[in-house]
C-alpha cells in the first residue's frame, strides 16, 4: 500500500475499539518492584491498602500475571462517547519538515477534560461507585486529572474532592470552574483542611505548593473520611493499565493498514500516557516477536528518568503513602519557580522504571522554550493547539524526523499527543513575550535531594 492511500486519520470502527485492558507487567521477567510499608518497609498487601484506594482497584494494583482485564460494559459505553481517538497522519508536519519520515500521532485531546487522563478517571470512578463509596479524593497539579475526574464523578455520582497545587489554583481559574461546573469542590492545596496540610504550611509559610503535598493532603482526606477512598491521574499500574486502551487503538489502527512503527515517543510525567501508549509494542518486544525504539521525554527541569536515582522513595511530599521503587529526584523535590510545562513530578511510574533500568527504552529530556518552540511551530502546521507536556513529545518526533531527513531513512515515528493547551495560555504567553527562561537543576541540587531518600 502507498502512503497516500493511509488516511489522514485512521478511525476505528466501534467493534474494533478494545475489550479489554491489556496488563504489561504480566509480560515482563523482572516485575516492577512491589509498594512497601513507609515505616515497616514490609510489602504493601491489597488489606493494607484498603483504607486508601477502591477494592477492585487494588487488585489490579497488584497483579503481575493476569495479562488482559475486561474493560466493563458501563465504561465502555462511557469510552464511546469520546473514542476512538484519532490516529492522525501527519502529512503536513512531515511536508514542511522535508523529511523521509512517516510521523504519526494519537490525538487524546478530544474530550472535555482536554487529555487522556479521561480513559483512566472513569474507570476508578466506576470502580469506585460498584463498591458503593460515597466520593473520591484527589490532587491535581495543572487541573486536567482534577477535571477529567469531576467529569467521570459526576456521571457516576460520586462526590469528587481535588486538592489543587496553589500555585495553579491561582494561575488557572479556568481549569478551576471547569471542575467546579461537573460538581467537585476544589480546595487550594497546602490548605488548613488537613494535619499534613497545616504541617506544611507552618513549615513553609507562603509556600505554592507542589504535587506531592497535594497527594498527602488527598490521601489523608481519603481515610478520614467515612465512604472515601484516594484516586490518583498516574505513576499507579492499574492507570497504567487502564491508559492501555491508547496504545491498543494505536497498535489495531497501525495493523489496519499494515504499517510497522520503528520509534515510539511519549511525554513521561508519572509515565501513564507513555505506558499506556506502548505498552502493546512492549509488550511484542518483551515477548521477541517484534522490536520498536521507545522514547520517554522528560523536561530538564524534572528530569527522573535521565539524571533521577533508581530508588524505593515516598511517593509523596508528607511521606504518608507506600514507598514505590522508580526513578526519583527525591520526595521533596519541586521544579524551580519558572517551570512553566508541566510534568513536575518526582517520580516516575515502578513499571517504566523497571523497563528503562532494564534497557527496553530510552529517555531524553528537553528544555523548557525548545519545547515551546516545538509547541508553536505544530500548532502553526498541524492545526492542533498542543498542551505544554504533548509538546515535549513533538519536540523529540521532530528531531527524529530531522534525523531521518539526515539519513535519508523512511523510518514510521509515533507519538503521543496526549492533549490540548487552551489552559496553559500564561505559559505561552510567557513564551510569545519572551520571558520563558530555562532552568536544569545542578547536581548539588539534586545530590541534596537524594540525601534525603528513605533509608533502605
Ligand atoms: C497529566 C498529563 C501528562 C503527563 O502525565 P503522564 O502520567 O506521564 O501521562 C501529559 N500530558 C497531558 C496533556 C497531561 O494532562
Known amino acids: 500500500m502507498t502512503n497516500k492511500e ?150 457516576f455520582g460520586l462526590d469528587c474532592k481535588v486538592y489543587m497545587v496553589k500555585v495553579s489554583y491561582e494561575q488557572k481559574p479556568f481549569r478551576r470552574e471547569v471542575m467546579r461546573t461537573y460538581g467537585a469542590s476544589v480546595t487550594p492545596s497546602p490548605s488548613m483542611e488537613t494535619e499534613v496540610g497545616k504541617k506544611i504550611l507552618a513549615e513553609h509559610p507562603g509556600t505554592t505548593g507542589s504535587l506531592g503535598c497535594a497527594i498527602s493532603e488527598a490521601v489523608e482526606k ?108 527525591g520526595s521533596g523535590f519541586i521544579p524551580a519557580p519558572n517551570h512553566a510545562g508541566g510534568l513536575r513530578y518526582h517520580g516516575m511510574s515502578s513499571t517504566l522504571s523497571q523497563l528503562y533500568d532494564d534497557g527496553l527504552m530510552e529517555a531524553t529530556s528537553v528544555k523548557q522554550t525548545e519545547v515551546f518552540e516545538a509547541a508553536e511551530k505544530f500548532a502553526r502546521i498541524e492545526g492542533i493547539l498542543p498542551a505544554p507536556e504533548s509538546a515535549h513529545a513533538i519536540k523529540v518526533a521532530i528531531d527524529e524526523a530531522m534525523k531521518c531527513k539526515e539519513t535519508g531513512e523512511e523510518k514510521t515515528i509515533v507519538f503521543g499527543l496526549t492533549g490540548t493547551g487552551y489552559f496553559d495560555m500564561f505559559a505561552y504567553e510567557k513564551f510569545h513575550d519572551g520571558k520563558m527562561t530555562d532552568y536544569v537543576p545542578t547536581d548539588e541540587e539534586l545530590q541534596k535531594s537524594f540525601e534525603k531518600l528513605p533509608k533502605m
Open 6 to 155: 493511509i488516511p489522514y486519520k485512521i478511525y476505528l470502527d466501534e467493534s474494533e475499539m478494545p475489550k479489554a485492558w491489556y496488563n504489561l507487567r504480566a509480560d515482563m521477567k523482572n516485575k516492577p518492584a512491589p509498594l512497601l510499608n513507609p515505616e515497616t518497609h514490609d510489602v504493601m498487601t491489597a488489606k493494607d491498602l484498603a483504607g486508601v484506594f477502591c477494592d477492585e482497584l487494588i487488585k489490579q494494583e497488584l497483579d503481575d500475571t493476569t495479562p488482559y482485564f475486561e474493560i466493563p460494559e458501563e465504561i465502555l459505553k462511557f469510552y464511546k462517547m469520546y473514542r476512538p481517538a484519532p490516529l492522525v497522519r501527519a502529512y503536513c508536519l512531515e511536508e514542511k519538515l522535508q523529511t523521509p519520515a512517516k510521523i504519526y500521532y494519537k490525538f487524546e485531546g478530544n474530550n472535555t477534560s482536554g487529555s487522556h487522563k479521561l480513559n483512566s478517571a472513569i474507570a476508578q470512578a466506576y470502580y469506585a461507585k460498584q463498591q458503593g463509596l460515597k466520593g473520591v479524593t484527589t490532587e491535581t497539579g495543572a487541573g486536567q486529572w482534577g477535571t477529567a475526574l469531576s467529569m467521570a464523578c459526576s456521571y
Open 222 to 329: 481519603a481515610v478520614t473520611t467515612e465512604g472515601y477512598r484516594y484516586v490518583l491521574g498516574s505513576v499507579l499500574n492499574q492507570v497504567l493499565l487502564h491508559q492501555s486502551v491508547i496504545g491498543l487503538e494505536t497498535k489495531a489502527a497501525l495493523d489496519k493498514y499494515g504499517v510497522k512503527a520503528d520509534i515510539i515517543i511519549g511525554c513521561a510525567g508519572g509515565g501513564s500516557n507513555l505506558g499506556g501508549l506502548i505498552s502493546p509494542f512492549m509488550g511484542e518486544k518483551l515477548r521477541g516477536e517484534a522490536d520498536y525504539r521507545i522514547i520517554a521525554v522528560e523536561p530538564a527541569s524534572c528530569p527522573s528518568f535521565t539524571r533521577g536515582k533508581y530508588a524505593y522513595d515516598f511517593c509523596d511530599t508528607g511521606m504518608v503513602c507506600p514507598l514505590s521503587k522508580m526513578y526519583t529526584l
